[in-house]
């Protein structure tokens, strides 16, 4: 996939999606040439749209899409893993030009971001870091989603705050203590901790019943949430 300009004004149109497009693109991800889906967001680049739009319009739909297939049996785990791999291959790779603006702060906050035990997905949070790192924070992201490796990461480094992806409902029924857990082991004491992921797209859910400060089911208001929780936590 080529480079584009890290001239942030370059990218100003928004790319507003389409049903179209995201199947178009989930399906350029399987394609047995792994050029088909570079020159599809080469494309999109082209077009001048702006990398948060492709992001949240785009590239996350389009995820969402094959773990629907997967789990109506549309598709096997063999493609739909081999069409993750790449959507995290070009977020990457988009993500080094969505970063160039980024706005440096003299006390930059820190977070980490890392799946619920039991979610598989990365590549939302892959994308939410993204937003992280362009809003000038400093960015953990932790691959391993064990607890035992959580409260590990919690308890050896410090953070102002803690997210989560969250991907199925079955999750959030232990989610209050692992929360509890978390806080416990945190180096932080007055830690934040924010929720996402699919397992709160189609249900609400109350935050304090789940022990934590505020839920997330977008991409790119999960940064000012998070601004306001630490806001929050800096009162008290």
């Known amino acids: 996939m080529e480079q584009a300009s890290n001239d942030a004004q370059t ?36 077009h001048e749209f702006s990398i948060e739009s492709l992001f949240l319009n785009l590239i996350s739909p389009a995820a969402r899409w094959l773990g629907e297939q997967w789990e109506n049996d549309t598709l096997d785990f063999t493609q739909v893993t081999l069409a993750l791999q790449r959507m995290h291959h070009i ?43 362009k809003g000038g924070w400093q960015v953990t992201l932790e691959i391993t989603n064990t607890e035992r490796e959580l409260l590990h990461a919690v308890a050896n480094e410090w953070f102002d705050l803690i997210g989560l992806s969250v991907g199925l409902q079955e999750q959030l029924l232990d989610m209050a203590s692992l929360i509890s857990r978390l806080k416990k082991f945190s180096r932080n004491p007055n830690v934040g901790v924010l929720l996402g992921g699919p397992a709160f797209l189609n249900q609400q859910h109350d935050p304090q019943f789940l022990g934590v400060d505020a839920i997330a089911t977008d991409a790119s208001a999960a940064l000012d949430i998070a601004a306001n929780v630490l806001k929050a936590k800096a009162a008290h």
């Open 91 to 133: 977020t990457h790779q988009l993500g080094y030009e969505f970063q160039a603006p980024a706005h440096q702060t003299d006390d930059p906050k820190s977070v980490m971001l890392a799946s619920a035990p039991g979610s598989q997905h990365l590549l939302g949070l892959v994308m939410v870091s993204e937003f992280f790192r």
């Open 11 to 46: 990218f100003h149109a928004q790319y507003v999606g389409s049903h179209q497009d995201v199947e178009a693109f989930a399906h350029s991800c399987m394609a047995l040439e792994a050029t088909a889906s570079s020159q599809f967001m080469d494309d999109m680049v082209g």
